[in-house]
């Protein structure tokens, strides 16, 4: 479990004790209920990590909205849009083993997440982390719960794929940010859990291992 699930859980326990003995179980209730919400909402589950060299995993539970391709300073990107509900897990993820190569907080609205401009308006984080010849960026987006985003990682520190990253208090919204050339395995409407479900393959990994295996068969060892 997250850290914050006791900041907020233990406390609404206490009080549902003092109420329960000042007032009576009925009135206890209501903050037993929440609580136990709180616990369950910072769970932190054990998730198994894709071991293929050139997978792409999801840096957060949720639904895929959206997939399209946009510009990024002139550069044409696939944007896959996550939307966290406040059922899902909220723990996020690095999307794939490489370095911390920029870390960049962004204040901004808080509109549903829903909606297609929190992607641009909102108060959000946006992580770029190259690995091994492509570059993966992501953005953890508040939404119109959310208003705390966490990212315990700095530039330069090194990120192993599915390793925890942060978190998004809340209901919010993850973007992924793919080269032009990976190879997307999820469609909207599919439901993703961060670390272990496959959003792309790269096609640059993809390609040196199609060569790599060339060179051994040709005899260039």
Known sequence: MVPDGYYYGVPLMLAGILLGWVAGPFWAAPAFILATFFLWFF??????????DAAIVSPADGKVTDISQILVNGSERTRVSIFL??????????????????????????????????AGENEQNVVTVEGEGHTVVFKQIAGLLARR??????????VQRGERVGLIK???????????????????????????????????????????SGRAKGGAR
């Open 149 to 158: 985003i966490v990212f315990n990682k700095k530039v330069g520190d090194t």
């Open 170 to 212: 809340f209901g919010s919204r993850v973007d992924v940010l793919l080269e032009s050339g990976a190879a997307v395995q999820v469609k909207v409407g599919d439901h993703v859990r961060g670390a272990s479900s496959i959003l792309a393959l790269a096609e640059l990994k993809r390609d040196l291992a199609g060569a790599s």
């Open 85 to 118: 509900s406040v059922f899902d897990v909220h723990v996020n993820r690095s999307p794939i083993t490489g370095i911390v190569r920029d870390v960049r907080y962004q204040k901004g609205k808080f509109i549903n997440a829903m909606n297609a401009h929190s």
């Open 43 to 52: 769970r932190d589950p054990e998730r198994i990590v894709p071991s293929a």
